[in-house]
């Protein structure tokens, strides 16, 4: 999937107001007529199909409020991340939420 470089933020109320405009680019008459079967191949396409149980690791509910907090890292390490775009901050903490969740795994499966 290729990632868009110029991504812009907007109310659900932008949005509908800018529709209603004719400002959209995109053809939502034809997106809400399209089928849930033709929306689910497209999306495969695009992004691959979801893994078998992809529903169980959900989570529901506000996560836990992030602390702010000061680390040291290899040079080497962040420079990779930032080479990467905005947002590196946020895949730092993916990588490592999923260490920890896997080594969760493994202690729950020792015990």
């Known amino acids: 999937m290729v ?4 991504i812009r933020r907007a109310s659900a109320e932008q949005i509908e107001a800018m529709r209603a405009r004719g400002e959209s680019r995109s053809d939502w008459q034809a ?14 396409e695009e992004d691959g199909a ?6 169980s690791t ?7 409020r992030r602390e702010p ?4 890292l ?11 775009g905005p947002g590196y901050q946020t895949r730092i903490n993916a990588v490592l ?3 920890v969740q896997a080594r969760q795994r493994a202690e729950r499966a020792g015990s």
């Open 3 to 6: 990632k868009r470089q110029h």
């Open 31 to 44: 997106a809400e007529a399209m089928a849930p079967a033709d929306i689910e191949r497209l999306a495969d």
């Open 50 to 55: 979801l893994p078998a149980g992809w529903e």
């Open 58 to 64: 959900v989570d529901v509910g506000l996560p836990e």
């Open 69 to 72: 907090i000061h680390i040291r």
């Open 74 to 84: 290899d040079p080497e390490v962040l420079r990779w991340f930032k080479a990467h």
């Open 97 to 99: 939420r999923a260490f």
